[in-house]
């Protein structure tokens, strides 16, 4: 009795077989097919998350800084303009 006991994998593949053919388990961690699943969505893997958000917060930076360089300048001017107003 005990030779006719199926192991749970044993089991999963015998249903697959009949129930789920070209979506097995077997099928999904061949690597040809994870690197194509990897290819077509990128963002699954943690890294990339993780990159894609580092390049936000930089451009976020990047726009802050450019704003303020901008009021600086504009802030400059008008200092500018007023001491000039101020000389005359």
Same mark, same amino acid.
């Given at each position: 009795?005990?030779?006719?006991?199926? @192991? +749970?994998? #044993?089991?999963? #593949?015998?249903? *697959? =077989?009949?129930?789920? @053919? $070209?979506?097995?388990?077997?099928?999904?961690? !061949? *690597?040809?097919?994870? +690197? +194509?699943?990897?290819?077509?969505?990128?963002?699954?893997? !943690?890294?990339? =998350?993780?990159?894609?958000?580092? @390049? /936000?917060?930089? %451009?976020? =930076? !990047?726009? =802050?800084?450019?704003?303020? /360089?901008? !009021?600086?300048?504009? %802030? *400059?001017?008008?200092? $500018?303009?007023?001491?000039?107003?101020?000389?005359?």
């Amino acid at each position: 009795m005990d030779e006719k006991l199926l @192991k +749970t994998h #044993e089991l999963i #593949e015998i249903i *697959e =077989r009949y129930y789920a @053919k $070209g979506n097995r388990l077997c099928d999904k961690l !061949q *690597e040809d097919n994870f +690197t +194509t699943y990897l290819k077509r969505n990128p963002m699954l893997l !943690q890294v990339n =998350r993780d990159i894609d958000a580092c @390049k /936000q917060r930089n %451009a976020e =930076r !990047q726009k =802050r800084i450019d704003e303020f /360089q901008k !009021q600086k300048e504009a %802030a *400059e001017a008008a200092e $500018g303009d007023e001491a000039q107003a101020l000389s005359e």
